[in-house]
């Protein structure tokens, strides 16, 4: 399976966006998820996570409540919806997905097929 992550960008503070994952080779309802990211300097984190199936999603506590992580089939694509955007939050975006787990993750050991990743700025 491919993975192709994009929608980053350079934004002011408080404004949204939408991140796109775009999945390729197999039915992505095969695979649990994720959104990670990696700020300069900084260990990749967890920031989402959708089930197989899109009825269960998690996230990090740094963007509850400002974001929203959905799939469609159709598309067989993945965004992430964030709103309210800090500073922050800038980093490399990567989207993943794990064939080994049902349920969900936050771990990035988990997921064993990553995209390359797209950049979100953020200016204060």
């Known amino acids: 399976v491919q993975l192709q992550a994009s929608g980053g960008g350079l934004v002011q503070a408080g404004d949204s966006l939408r991140l796109s994952c775009a999945v390729s080779?197999?039915?992505?309802?095969?695979?649990?998820m994720g959104w990670f990211r990696q700020a300069p300097g900084k260990e990749r984190e967890f920031v989402a996570a959708?089930?197989?199936?899109?009825?269960?999603?998690d996230y990090a506590d740094s963007v509850k409540g400002r974001s929203t992580v959905s799939r469609d089939k159709g598309k067989n694509t993945m965004y992430l919806q964030m709103s309210n955007l800090k500073p922050e939050d800038t980093a490399v975006y990567y989207c993943?997905?794990?064939?080994?787990?049902?349920?969900?993750?936050?771990?990035?050991?988990?997921?064993?097929?990553w995209g390359q990743g797209t950049l979100l700025t953020v200016s204060s």
């Open positions: 080779g197999r039915p992505f309802s095969n695979y649990l």
């Open positions: 993943a997905a794990s064939s080994v787990i049902w349920g969900l993750r936050s771990d990035p050991q988990y997921y064993n097929y």
């Open positions: 959708s089930s197989r199936n899109g009825g269960s999603t």
